[in-house]
């Protein structure tokens, strides 16, 4: 079996997918908005940014691309946040979601936009009066509860509106400190810590990410393998779909990023980190973060939400 | 092909019929057919039962409509022509487990296959349903006819035909109890499109399948996986694809006879040449299976993984102190010496290293919970409504305070006050220097929760089903309302609040809001308190399981199987879950896998936990005794 992956994936000379490869140091990245180590007026910047606030509150920036090669953009992104503040209460709160519709055929971006209207309008009917009612009561169901319900719409909402169609759809709820996280398919949640840590909080339900998995191949292999992002779970895509659906902390002091693979595919983990930690704010980081992955090719739609939470 | 619509309605004949339109009963398809009813839907489009107008008595038909997602109409031209093609081969073939083919239609985005009924239900639906493991006698039957009509298949000349997609949702049960395949890979050609996402149906389809192999061995894995599906009632769609050796058969249903297992796992071989050469060779061997296991039936019985039958080194206790009433609290263990309490109303020191007595207090009632440690002296409640302060050095009381009821909870020592509940309904939190509340909560029912402080919170429950999280003002932030008592310690990790109930559910809270995050179903109810380890929640309760659960996904990861129910809370003691059970034994089973290491057997059920130190395991048990009992 040790040569599963050899045999398996047979090795392919050139693949309509690939991305130039560029080696995984610091040192050489091409982008001149990074550097590597931060300097300590960087650091000093950074601990400014993380001083008190009152209210706690979110904070977020987004970017959508249609990358260099692609002549379409079938992302979709949601994201919206509130701060309710009064005597009895004090609550960030968010919503945030990424959908990276496939096909290639019109139903991929119609199904990116249905997962995420019928994943937001769920989720907001559902918990609107709970956060911001006048006599709010917290909802019957559990948040993962709520969270699974959503998919499952989201999903059905796909097979009606645009049979054929797929998409992945990863969101997450914020409240305070804690997030509650639903997944199918390859687009990837990440909590980035202060301190370089760089922690994928989703599983991708990809063939490689499965084999990588497996020890079939190793994380080099897979990075660069033809059939990367062949999914074995995807929204509006076969029956039924069981979404992965956990409850994490908010990386604080950090940062979480939900990204589509045209970023995470495209550009190496510390290069994300040094773009995120020294731009002034998450929507330049976005902005950053999306010129990175066209300065490395663009070969497909990028997608991102950066959110910080401030308290 | 035709150009004109082939549907034609009675009713709403202008109704456009963009993707996504159904037939409905009593639309006409191709001037023939009469649409009944809708009895299936997948990913391809819809299955409809019709009558077929063109015979005089009631000949019913099942058509399957596939509605293309290919927009280029070249493409779509060509596509039609393949399946048309793929039609004409369908058509000739005969075999018992094969719907006939009887005609078939294309039309713009639409291609409709009119075949013959199938009276009976496909394995998905019975699936579905079933709560208990099929006879493995019925399982070796549908698969020795799964194996005939695939080895049909793939010896059809000239070209063989490879199904690809074997899965229970394709394998139709008839009224005499045999199988019907239907969806043929027919519906996959049709679908051949720009798309490079999914492949054969997740969960079922073999490696080789994802890279595009169209072999008999594809077909032999898919029915290695669908026979795993049904000897286990593990769905495969919802675990990770070639994960099947991570859930042996063995493991789940323990009724399957090993001969049955081994022509499962051979066919579920990743590589293609570790599986059957020809679907013939593993019907010989599904037809071994049902010799050797004698008639079909199986009767060895092997029981599941529980105390009575799981293996148990001997485990000596290192000593044993034997008091003059039941132990149903918990250990203590601290700087050399174990304080437990005792229903003889007596609180107990003893020597850890050897169980000799130090001294013992006595109170008015009984003692339930746990004794705490804070600034040289032990505090603990007691049935006589007191809270008692004692020297743990000599055994003399420093101060007691009274409450309005029994005390059953255990006091928590934080920001130098004692926190405890009671059966008047009041949480107290007791000045240690004055030895008076320095505020109550009133909750207005019993408290036999020990409350959580963490943070300027208590997190506590009561009788009435409440958890309450107060701050240190004494003012209640928020309640959260279960369907039956806490009675359950709550315990707090990084995200969440983790309490069981008597209404049979373990909780995740989110300790801001009182907001549910998720909840897991216990198969009784428990006044077990849970331990969270490394993202492992481990809760005991009256169905006699002890769960484990991951605390962010609420998924079982495993359970263990006592004689009795666990009421007891369990403990984590570097890798290992300890947890006594009213059938009188403390198990000590492997933290990650719910593995047996050892299980101690005492003269009484054990409702209390144990403490742990320096590789010592302490218990109490209702025979009176404290055990000490090397990890
Ligand atoms: N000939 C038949 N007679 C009765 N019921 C049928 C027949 N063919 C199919 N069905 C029912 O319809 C359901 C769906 O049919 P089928 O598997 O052919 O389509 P599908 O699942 O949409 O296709 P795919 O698996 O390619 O997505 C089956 O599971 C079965 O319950
Ligand atoms: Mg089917």
Same mark, same amino acid.
């Given at each position: 079996?040790?040569?599963?992956?050899?045999?398996?994936?047979?090795?392919?000379?050139?693949?309509?997918?690939?991305?130039?490869?560029?080696?995984?140091?610091?040192?050489?990245?091409?982008?001149?908005?990074?550097?590597?180590?931060?300097? =300590?007026?960087?650091? =000093?910047?950074?601990?400014?940014?993380?001083?008190?606030?009152?209210?706690?509150?979110?904070?977020?920036?987004?970017?959508?691309?249609?990358?260099?090669?692609?002549?379409?953009?079938?992302?979709?992104?949601?994201?919206?946040?509130?701060?309710?503040?009064?005597?009895?209460?004090?609550?960030?709160?968010?919503?945030f979601i990424v959908a990276d519709g496939m096909g290639g055929h019109e139903n991929g971006h119609l199904a990116s936009d249905l997962a995420v209207r019928s994943m937001s309008t769920y989720l907001t009917q559902r918990l609107h009066h709970p956060l911001f009612g006048i006599d709010p009561e917290p909802p019957q169901d559990s948040l993962q509860e709520i969270m699974r319900q959503g998919v499952r719409l989201a999903h059905e909402a796909i097979t009606q509106g645009a049979p054929g169609g797929g998409? *992945?759809?990863?969101?997450?709820?914020?409240?305070?400190?804690?997030?509650?996280?639903?997944?199918?398919?390859? *687009?990837r949640a990440y909590a980035i810590y202060m301190d370089g840590r760089v922690q994928t909080l989703t599983r991708d339900h990809s063939l490689v990410k499965r084999l990588e998995e497996l020890g079939q191949i190793t994380a080099e292999e897979a990075a660069v393998h033809p059939q990367k992002s062949m999914l074995y779970r995807a929204l509006g895509q076969g029956e039924p779909v069981e979404a992965d659906v956990f409850t994490a902390s908010m990386p604080e002091p950090g940062y979480l990023l939900i990204?589509?693979?045209?970023?995470?595919?495209?550009?190496?983990?510390?290069?994300?980190?040094?773009?995120?930690?020294?731009?002034?704010?998450?929507?330049?980081?976005?902005?950053?973060?999306?010129?990175?992955?066209?300065?490395?090719?663009?070969?497909?739609?990028? *997608?991102?939400?950066?959110?910080?939470?401030?308290? | 092909?035709?150009?004109?619509?082939?549907?034609?309605?009675?009713?709403?004949?202008?109704?456009?019929?963009?993707?996504?339109?159904?037939?409905?009963?009593?639309?006409?398809?191709?001037?023939?057919?009469?649409?009944?009813?809708?009895?299936?839907?997948?990913?391809?489009?819809?299955? @409809?039962?019709?009558?077929?107008?063109?015979?005089?008595?009631?000949?019913?038909?099942?058509?399957?409509?596939?509605?293309?997602?290919?927009?280029?109409?070249? $493409?779509?031209?060509?596509?039609?022509?393949?399946?048309?093609?793929?039609?004409?081969?369908?058509?000739?073939?005969?075999?018992?487990?094969?719907?006939?083919?009887?005609?078939?239609?294309?039309?713009?985005?639409?291609?409709?296959?009119?075949?013959?009924?199938?009276?009976?239900?496909?394995?998905? %639906?019975?699936?579905?349903?079933?709560?208990?493991?099929?006879?493995?006698?019925?399982?070796?039957?549908?698969?020795?006819?799964?194996?005939?009509?695939?080895?049909?298949?793939?010896?059809?000349?000239?070209?063989?035909?490879?199904?690809?997609?074997?899965?229970?949702?394709?394998?139709?049960?008839?009224?005499?109890?045999? +199988?019907?395949?239907?969806?043929?890979?027919?519906?996959?050609?049709?679908?051949?499109?720009?798309?490079?996402?999914?492949?054969?149906?997740?969960? @079922?389809?073999?490696?080789?399948?994802?890279?595009?192999?169209?072999?008999?061995? $594809?077909?032999?894995?898919?029915?290695?996986?669908? &026979?795993?599906?049904?000897?286990?009632?593990?769905?495969?769609?919802?675990?990770?694809?070639?994960?099947?050796?991570?859930?042996?058969?063995?493991?789940?249903?323990?009724?399957?006879?090993?001969?049955?297992?081994?022509?499962?796992?051979?066919?579920?071989?990743?590589?293609?040449?570790?599986?059957?050469?020809?679907?013939?060779?593993?019907?010989?061997?599904?037809?071994?299976?049902?010799?050797?296991?004698?008639?079909?039936?199986?009767?060895?019985? +092997?029981?599941?993984?529980?105390?009575?039958?799981?293996?148990?080194?001997?485990?000596?206790?290192?000593?044993?102190?034997?008091?003059?009433?039941?132990?149903?609290?918990?250990?203590?263990?601290?700087?050399?010496?174990?304080?437990?309490?005792?229903?003889?109303?007596?609180?107990?020191?003893?020597?850890?290293?050897?169980?000799?007595?130090?001294?013992?207090?006595?109170?008015?009632?009984?003692?339930?919970?746990?004794?705490?440690?804070?600034?040289?002296?032990?505090?603990?409640?007691?049935?006589?409504?007191?809270?008692? $302060?004692?020297?743990?050095?000599?055994?003399?009381?420093?101060?007691?305070?009274?409450?309005?009821?029994?005390?059953?909870?255990?006091?928590?020592?934080?920001?130098?006050?004692?926190?405890?509940?009671?059966?008047?309904?009041?949480?107290?939190?007791?000045? $240690?220097?004055?030895?008076?509340?320095?505020?109550?909560?009133?909750?207005?029912?019993?408290?036999?929760?020990?409350?959580?402080?963490?943070?300027?919170?208590? @997190?506590?429950?009561?009788?009435?089903?409440?958890?309450?999280?107060?701050?240190?003002?004494?003012?209640?932030?928020?309640?959260?309302?279960?369907?039956?008592?806490?009675?359950?310690?709550?315990?707090?990790?990084?995200?969440?609040?983790?309490?069981?109930?008597?209404?049979?559910?373990?909780?995740?809270?989110?300790?801001?809001?009182?907001?549910? &995050?998720?909840?897991?179903?216990?198969?009784?109810?428990?006044?077990?308190?849970?331990?969270?380890?490394?993202?492992?929640?481990?809760?005991?309760?009256?169905?006699?399981?002890?769960?484990?659960? %991951?605390?962010?996904?609420?998924?079982?990861?495993?359970?263990?199987?006592?004689?009795?129910?666990?009421?007891?809370?369990?403990?984590?003691?570097?890798?290992?879950? @300890?947890?006594?059970?009213?059938?009188?034994? &403390?198990?000590?089973?492997?933290?990650?896998?719910?593995?047996?290491?050892?299980?101690?057997?005492?003269?009484?059920?054990?409702?209390?936990?144990?403490?742990?130190?320096?590789?010592?395991?302490?218990?109490?048990?209702? %025979?009176?005794?404290?055990?000490?009992?090397?990890?």
């Open positions: 079996m040790a040569n599963f992956f050899k045999k398996l994936f047979p090795p392919k000379r050139s693949a309509a997918r690939d991305v130039p490869t560029v080696p995984r140091n610091a040192a050489n990245l091409p982008s001149e908005a990074t550097t590597a180590p931060l300097n =300590e007026e960087q650091l =000093e910047e950074m601990a400014q940014a993380f001083n008190r606030v009152e209210p706690p509150q979110l904070v977020v920036g987004v970017g959508r691309d249609q990358g260099r090669q692609r002549d379409n953009n079938e992302d979709a992104i949601f994201a919206q946040t509130a701060t309710v503040s009064t005597s009895k209460a004090t609550l960030p709160m968010g919503i998409t *992945t759809l990863t969101a997450v709820l914020v409240m305070n400190t804690q997030m509650t996280v639903a997944h199918v398919g390859d *687009t990204c589509s693979d045209g970023l995470w595919g495209v550009v190496p983990e510390d290069e994300l980190f040094h773009i995120i930690a020294s731009a002034p704010n998450p929507h330049t980081a976005c902005q950053n973060l999306i010129e990175a992955a066209n300065n490395h090719g663009g070969p497909d739609n990028i *997608t991102a939400i950066l959110v910080r939470l401030v308290d | 092909m035709a150009l004109t619509d082939p549907i034609t309605r009675k009713l709403g004949a202008d109704e456009p019929s963009g993707p996504g339109n159904q037939l409905r009963a009593g639309d006409t398809l191709m001037d023939r057919y009469q649409i009944q009813e809708i009895i299936g839907s997948g990913g391809m489009g819809t299955v @409809y039962r019709a009558r077929d107008t063109h015979f005089q008595a009631i000949r019913l038909v099942a058509i399957k409509e596939m509605i293309s997602n290919i927009a280029d109409p070249l $493409v779509r031209k060509n596509i039609n022509g393949i399946y048309e093609r793929e039609s004409n081969i369908l058509a000739t073939l005969r075999h018992q487990s094969i719907p006939r083919i009887y005609d078939y239609h294309t039309h713009n985005d639409r291609a409709y296959l009119v075949m013959e009924y199938v009276n009976g239900r496909d394995l998905d %639906d019975i699936l579905a349903e079933t709560t208990t493991f099929f006879p493995e006698e019925q399982i070796l039957n549908w698969a020795v006819e799964l194996c005939d009509v695939l080895q049909y298949l793939h010896e059809h000349k000239p070209e063989p035909i490879i199904f690809r997609d074997m899965k229970p949702s394709n394998i139709m049960i008839n009224q005499q109890n045999h +199988i019907v395949l239907v969806d043929f890979g027919i519906a996959k050609v049709f679908e051949s499109g720009t798309k490079n996402t999914m492949v054969g149906t997740q969960g @079922y389809s073999p490696p080789d399948q994802y890279r595009g192999e169209a072999t008999p061995a $594809v077909d032999l894995y898919a029915l290695g996986a669908s &026979l795993h599906h049904l000897l286990t009632l593990r769905d495969p769609r919802l675990e990770a694809p070639f994960s099947f050796a991570e859930r042996p058969i063995k493991d789940i249903n323990p009724n399957v006879s090993p001969e049955m297992i081994a022509v499962v796992e051979k066919a579920l071989q990743y590589s293609p040449d570790d599986r059957f050469k020809t679907a013939a060779e593993m019907k010989q061997a599904l037809l071994g299976v049902a010799q050797r296991t004698g008639t079909l039936i199986h009767s060895g019985f +092997i029981s599941q993984t529980s105390g009575s039958s799981a293996p148990s080194r001997g485990v000596k206790s290192l000593w044993v102190f034997e008091c003059e009433d039941e132990i149903r609290g918990t250990p203590l263990f601290n700087g050399g010496t174990l304080y437990v309490g005792c229903y003889d109303h007596n609180l107990y020191a003893l020597d850890a290293a050897n169980g000799e007595f130090k001294w013992k207090y006595a109170t008015d009632g009984g003692i339930p919970g746990r004794p705490a440690f804070y600034e040289g002296n032990i505090y603990i409640g007691s049935e006589d409504q007191r809270l008692h $302060v004692i020297s743990a050095r000599s055994g003399s009381v420093v101060w007691t305070y009274f409450s309005d009821g029994p005390i059953r909870s255990s006091p928590r020592i934080a920001e130098g006050h004692a926190f405890v509940g009671s059966d008047d309904g009041y949480l107290h939190a007791v000045n $240690v220097a004055t030895g008076r509340a320095s505020w109550k909560v009133e909750t207005g029912a019993a408290i036999r929760s020990t409350a959580w402080v963490s943070q300027e919170y208590a @997190y506590f429950g009561n009788e009435a089903g409440e958890l309450l999280c107060a701050n240190f003002r004494g003012e209640v932030k928020w309640r959260f309302k279960a369907k039956r008592a806490i009675t359950s310690s709550p315990i707090i990790g990084p995200e969440a609040v983790y309490v069981g109930s008597q209404d049979g559910t373990l909780y995740a809270i989110d300790p801001n809001s009182g907001w549910v &995050l998720w909840r897991f179903r216990l198969g009784k109810a428990t006044i077990s308190s849970p331990t969270l380890s490394d993202n492992l929640l481990f809760i005991g309760a009256a169905d006699n399981v002890l769960y484990c659960v %991951d605390s962010r996904t609420a998924k079982e990861v495993w359970r263990f199987t006592a004689e009795h129910q666990i009421s007891g809370s369990p403990i984590v003691y570097k890798d290992f879950v @300890y947890c006594g059970s009213v059938d009188g034994h &403390l198990y000590c089973l492997e933290m990650r896998t719910g593995r047996q290491k050892w299980a101690f057997a005492t003269e009484g059920p054990i409702t209390g936990s144990p403490a742990a130190n320096e590789d010592i395991i302490y218990i109490g048990s209702t %025979d009176k005794k404290v055990y000490a009992l090397l990890a």
